[in-house]
């Protein structure tokens, strides 16, 4: 069965503290792994795809980076504003043409001024 | 509009009660997805719909219906649900279900069964 295990589940920084989510899975067959951002009363919003070991993705603070095994997501400087709970999701094959996402349950991440 | 539109935003009904939850997407896509969030848990996918035809569908009881009468719209018709099913429910969309293709969520519906 895939499993997607994101750690910690919550954390707290001063604002500039650096730090990395973690996101771990277990597929057979991985496709893509996504990183999406969701705020309070919102839905999920994407932020980066990656596909092969070794493959960096940036924005603005953030950069994604992906191993056999994990992904991390590291946050530089971080604001307030960066806030919110990180999701991580792979994507595997469902049969056929089709693909499906497989969700970690989120990392909440709160930045104080 | 742009995006993914999810109406109603919040919704409270008993257990006898029947309501339907709407999706509407703008992205141009053909490819619909409800997910189910629950506190403390994973987003649960529910129904698939690529091409207006429905490709998956998770194991989900029949008192959740889902309909896609055409690209752009999804509907989940509910009925006797049970206050288990409370959750915040994502609907998102594609361009198709394929390998890398983004999905893009919908600001969700928060249903509250009593």
């Known amino acids: 069965e895939d499993q997607v295990t994101q750690s910690p589940e919550a954390l707290r920084l001063q604002e500039g503290e650096s730090s990395s989510l973690n996101c771990s899975y277990t597929?057979?067959?991985?496709?893509?792994l996504f990183w999406y951002r969701q705020d309070p009363g919102k839905g999920p919003e994407f932020l980066f795809t990656?596909?092969?070991a070794g493959e960096e993705k940036e924005k603005e603070r953030l950069k994604a980076t992906l191993t056999k095994k994990e992904s991390f997501l590291h946050i530089t400087a971080p604001k307030p504003e960066d806030s919110a709970t990180y999701l991580c999701?792979?994507?595997?094959?469902?049969?056929?043409?089709?693909?499906?996402?497989?969700f970690g349950k989120g990392t909440l991440l709160t930045v104080n001024p | 509009e742009t995006g993914v539109t999810q109406t109603p935003r919040h919704l409270v009904m008993g257990m006898t009660n029947k309501k339907s939850l709407k999706c509407e997407q703008h992205?141009?896509?053909?490819?619909m997805y409800w997910y189910k969030q629950s506190a403390k848990k994973p987003l649960e996918l529910m129904f698939v719909y690529s091409l207006e035809e429905r490709v998956e569908n998770n194991s989900v009881p029949s008192r959740f219906s889902p309909e896609c009468p055409n690209s752009s719209h999804l509907f989940l018709h509910l009925h006797t649900l049970q206050p288990e099913d409370s959750a915040l429910y994502l609907c998102a969309s594609s361009q198709v279900q394929a390998l890398g293709n983004i999905q893009y969520f919908g600001a969700g519906t928060r249903l509250s069964v009593l």
């Open positions: 999701a792979v994507q595997v094959h469902s049969g056929g043409s089709n693909y499906k996402l497989t």
């Open positions: 992205l141009g896509h053909n490819a």
């Open positions: 597929v057979s067959g991985l496709r893509g």
């Open positions: 990656l596909y092969s």
